[in-house]
Nanobody
């Protein structure tokens, strides 16, 4: 069983930055895909950025050049650095891990970009 705990959301002005963290508890050794998704009001949940255990990354076109996914293997934690935030980035951000044939989600953290 894996549990994911997100943190770092909040209110930020357009153009500002936030860093989200997702700490995974349990046994995570290799062959996983871990990343971030978001869901805005009235919209479907969408991929933001993911990273494989091998270090490959994939980003949504809408965040390329602004967001960066990274990880700290020693802490079983993945981060999402979000720069140049826009109003349209407002959403609940969820951490997800696909591991050993199972999928686990965090509880979500709200990011609001507004002046």
């Amino acid at each position: 069983q894996v549990q994911l705990v997100e943190s770092g959301g909040g209110l930020v002005q357009p153009g500002g930055s936030l860093r989200l963290s997702c700490a995974a508890s349990g046994s995570i050794f290799s062959n996983y895909v871990m990343g971030w998704y978001r869901q805005a009001p009235g919209k479907q949940r969408e991929l933001v950025a993911v990273m494989t255990s091998g270090g490959s990354t994939n980003y949504a076109d809408s965040v390329k050049g602004r967001f960066t996914i990274s990880r700290d293997n020693g802490k079983n934690t993945v981060y999402l650095q979000m720069n140049s935030l826009k109003a349209e980035d407002t959403a609940v951000y969820y951490c997800k891990i696909d591991l050993r044939g199972s999928t686990y989600w965090g509880q979500g953290t709200q990011v609001t970009v507004s002046s």
